[in-house]
């Protein structure tokens, strides 16, 4: 169970609590925190996130390389991985995020993404 974070805060439940994940939810909520973080820059985790930031939509085979990419910084969470990228019409990239416990999409803004 993880308290969901979306824009750079906690997302609050009607009663105003914080919002739990669990089950699916929560491991999509830690795949996409993989995603959107930059790789070394979490101090007590410098392996924590990925190289998204540095993906360049315009260069060959972009959606390959973005899928690559994610792949990486999912290594750590078993059974978790990207089965394929897309750009959406406007400009996010989402990615088909496979678990332990179903298939979850996870869209992300563009670069410089906020939780």
Known sequence: MDTKVENGGYVLSANGLPQVAEGRAELAHYARMRLVLRRGEFPYDRDLGSGLWQWNPQEPRALDRALALANEALLD??????????????????????????????TLGELGWDL
């Open 77 to 106: 969470l078993p059974g978790v991985r990207a089965v394929s990228a897309k750009m959406t019409e406007d400009c996010k990239l989402g990615f088909v995020i496979q678990t332990p416990l179903g298939e979850e999409e996870i």
